[in-house]
């Protein structure tokens, strides 16, 4: 999926037409086969059209004012995915709020680690690798990183991380 979406909007595009053609086919129809219906099953199949039709003029409504937009939600899920299979993330946590792109989630979870660590409830090595991986999704998201942070990163990434790092710039 190197397009990075312009196929799948090019596929929900011809989709969304094909659906208001046949939902518009079927109006007409309807109009046409007015006198062999009943009343009510006349009425009911026009109501449920236009329900129908309701449904997609709301799915355009979010495309159009960018509340939904399939290229940035993919390439997260596809991001997501390929950090699971390169193993560079080892913390599911952390792959989830990646792939719904919580940077807020993943900063606060850095929080409560940083706390962790010094009360002594967290081991130095699952610390690390945990904000290594946290950081790298920072990074990933378009986060600015403190120079600590990115001090810390390249001090401790691993191999795995790199790997992901360089797949996904070329995914980009």
């Known amino acids: 999926m190197?397009?990075?979406?312009?196929?799948?909007?090019s596929k929900l595009k011809q989709n969304l037409e094909e659906q208001l053609d046949r939902l518009m086919q079927q109006l007409q129809d309807l109009e046409e086969c007015r006198e062999e219906l009943d009343a009510d099953e006349y009425e009911e199949t026009k109501k449920e059209t236009?329900?129908?039709?309701?449904?997609?003029?709301?799915?355009?409504?979010?495309?159009?004012?960018?509340?939904?937009?399939?290229?940035?939600?993919?390439?997260?899920?596809?991001?997501a995915i390929q950090a699971a299979i390169s193993q560079a993330f080892k913390t599911p946590e952390v792959i989830r709020m990646f792939a719904k792109k919580q940077p807020r989630q993943l900063r606060t979870r850095?929080?409560?680690?940083?706390?962790?660590?010094?009360?002594?409830?967290?081991?130095?090595?699952?610390?690390?690798q945990q904000k290594v991986e946290i950081l790298t999704a920072l990074?990933?998201?378009?986060?600015?990183?403190?120079?600590?942070?990115?001090?810390?990163?390249?001090a401790?990434?691993?191999?795995?991380?790199?790997?992901?790092?360089?797949?996904?710039?070329?995914?980009?």
């Not at 190197?2 to 909007?9: K, V």
């Not at 790997?163 to 995914?171: I, M």
């Open 50 to 79: 236009l329900e129908q039709l309701s449904e997609i003029n709301d799915s355009l409504k979010k495309i159009m004012s960018g509340d939904m937009t399939l290229v940035d939600e993919l390439s997260g899920m596809q991001l």
């Open 156 to 172: 401790n990434a691993g191999e795995a991380l790199s790997q992901f790092e360089r797949v996904s710039t070329d995914l980009g």
């Open 139 to 154: 990074r990933k998201l378009g986060e600015k990183l403190t120079p600590d942070d990115e001090m810390f990163l390249s």
């Open 110 to 128: 850095l929080a409560e680690m940083d706390r962790d660590l010094m009360v002594g409830k967290l081991g130095r090595d699952l610390y690390t």
């Open 2 to 9: 190197a397009s990075r979406g312009t196929t799948e909007t």
